[in-house]
């Protein structure tokens, strides 16, 4: 009887090996259908990102190519390219960088922007720089002196005018007395180049 009752014993033991190897077979088949949707899921965002790659360098490209149209018309507003910078991200974007801009009257400016309403870009960039220079001349950073103008060209565009020390000569330490200075008056609204 003791035989019968071991058999018996190995039997149920031989029963719950069995169903926990089922059940450890069918998780792992899950676990498995599971990693094969992620990976699945993995793929299609990397395409999805390529794509939106594939996108962002045709839209730099576009971009790149109005840039380039636009730089006479801002030359001929008194502007002068000193650089530019590509950021490739997501979106690209692309950081010029101006000089200049004192010898063109108001009228002018408003002249190339009637010639060149067809050109969304070259209006947008003439306004910035142009209301940036304004902008620039009416502010007044102790020991520096305007140095430029940056236009950032992106999903949103930006502008930044920029201080810095003269290129020679010594460091200015207190504005000229004898020259005339503009304070940004508290009221002045820095206006939308859109």
């Known amino acids: 009887m003791k035989d019968f009752r071991l058999l018996d014993e190995a039997r149920k033991v031989r029963e719950s090996a069995a169903a926990a190897a089922s059940d450890l077979a069918r998780q792992a088949g899950e676990k498995a259908d ?6 699945t899921d993995v793929k299609e965002l990397a395409e999805q990102a390529s794509e939106m790659s594939d996108l962002g360098m045709t839209k730099l490209n576009e971009t790149l190519a109005e840039f380039n149209a636009s730089l006479p018309v801002l030359r001929e507003a008194g502007y002068v390219l000193d650089g ?7 979106p690209p974007k692309i950081v010029a960088n101006f000089s200049g ?4 009257s108001g009228e002018r400016i408003e002249g190339l922007l009637v010639e060149h309403a067809d050109r969304t870009l070259t209006t947008l960039l003439v306004k910035s720089v142009y209301h940036a220079t304004k902008l620039q001349s009416l502010v007044n950073v102790k020991g520096l002196r305007p140095t430029g103008v940056s236009v950032e ?3 949103v ?3 930044a005018v920029k201080f810095g020390r003269a290129p020679s ?3 200015l330490e207190e504005p000229d007395q ?3 200075t503009a304070a940004l008056p508290a009221s002045t609204a820095v206006p939308n180049p859109a």
């Open 34 to 39: 599971a990693l094969k949707a992620k990976a």
């Open 101 to 104: 801009g004192s010898g063109v």
């Open 84 to 90: 530019v910078t590509i950021k490739l991200g997501m």
């Open 157 to 159: 565009p930006s502008v």
């Open 169 to 171: 000569g010594p460091r």
């Open 153 to 155: 060209i992106g999903l």
């Open 178 to 180: 004898n020259a005339p």
